[in-house]
């Protein structure tokens, strides 16, 4: 039997105000580092890189932070189980009428996050319930086992679709 096996999660987002703040240490920074070259304390050019470092990862947003698990999900070849708010939830694919997953990558180094990327999972039961879970999708072994389910004659009738154009 095929299985998958992920975690649910909440990704936390950067606010408005610290991507401004981090973008403004940037370009301070930068100015002081790359264009006016001052012969000053060694412990500044330290300092100023530092500053450097932490408005690019504040200014462009890059989360390192760890996103915030809120249960599990469990996918395959005869059920959907959702481990949820302490809550046990399993369905059978036939009580499904729409599974629609926003896939946009596995988390690595090169991707917008060693965690994993923001991947959306839209299931609709036949009762018309609606659950969007985002998920982790950790890494290429990780998203085999997710391609390998979805591609199961029992579920092989829902959607894939790519918000990035990587190869699902």
């Given at each position: 039997m095929l299985g998958f096996k992920t975690d649910i999660v909440k990704s936390r987002e950067i606010k408005k105000r610290y991507r401004i703040l981090g973008g403004?240490?940037?370009l301070v920074s930068a100015y002081f580092i790359f264009i006016d070259k001052q012969d000053w304390d060694p412990a500044i050019h330290i300092i100023l890189g530092v500053l450097y470092l932490g408005g690019m990862s504040l200014g462009f947003g890059i989360p390192f932070i760890k996103p915030v698990k809120k249960g599990k999900?469990?996918?395959?070849?005869?059920?959907i189980e959702i481990y949820k708010e302490g809550r046990i939830r399993s369905f059978p694919w036939s009580a499904i009428d729409n599974v629609r997953l926003q896939y946009s990558g596995y988390g690595s180094w090169w991707s917008h996050s060693i965690y994993g990327n923001k991947n959306y999972l839209l299931i609709t039961t036949g009762e018309g319930e609606k659950m969007d879970l985002e998920i982790l999708v950790k890494n290429k072994k990780h998203k085999e086992?997710?391609?390998?389910?979805?591609?199961?004659p029992t579920v092989s009738?829902?959607?894939i679709s790519n918000l990035l154009n990587n190869s699902f």
């Open positions: 403004v240490a940037i999900l469990i996918l395959d070849n005869e059920n086992e997710l391609k390998e389910i979805l591609n199961s009738r829902f959607t």
